[in-house]
């Protein structure tokens, strides 16, 4: 820049506008949900550039830093500076599937003999899994059971849990009278009759 009065004498300056860097921004940490339909993921945002950044709004209306309680889905944040330049990025919170457990159970083959078994097959949650029966068992499958009631509680490596329940029988009991009518003066001409049930 230069001025001239008037009778022609100048005097010259420099100045040097400059541009603060542009504002970034991205997620530097996240924590997805642990159990399926839960809420306790959370993402921290960072950014970079800009002046001196001083609002965060997220599209679930969380305005810190770090964004808490989420669900599974998608989140976006802007992060504004103080002379209202915007950076926007997002994030995507997963969930595990949802943990469940069948069980198979196999009846007694005879009444009140220990033949009766549960297998279960559990899908879904983070492995690995633990199984807690009703019996105090701990394995996947139980064996030479008696009739009864018998549930599952299995719980993933999150912590999550999901419990089932199932039955187990056995026949009657297996019985038989006999009938018998006896020989007539040593003709060898009695009889037995056994009717089983």
Known sequence: MTVTEGVGCTST???TITDPPDLTASISAQTDVLCNGGNNGQAT???NGGTLADTYSWSNLQTGITATNLTAGNYSVTVTDNNGCTAQT???ITEPPVLSVTLTPVDL???NIATGSVASNVQGGTSA???NWSNSAIT???SSLLSGNYSLTVTDANGCTT???TNITDPA???MTLTATPDHCGQGDGTATINPS
């Open 13 to 15: 300056k420099q100045v």
């Open 129 to 131: 899994y633990t199984y």
């Open 45 to 47: 945002l960072v950014f």
């Open 90 to 92: 997002s994030v995507n």
């Open 173 to 175: 009991a297996l019985s």
């Open 163 to 165: 419990t089932s329940s």
């Open 109 to 111: 083959l005879c009444n």
């Open 140 to 142: 996947n499958n139980i």
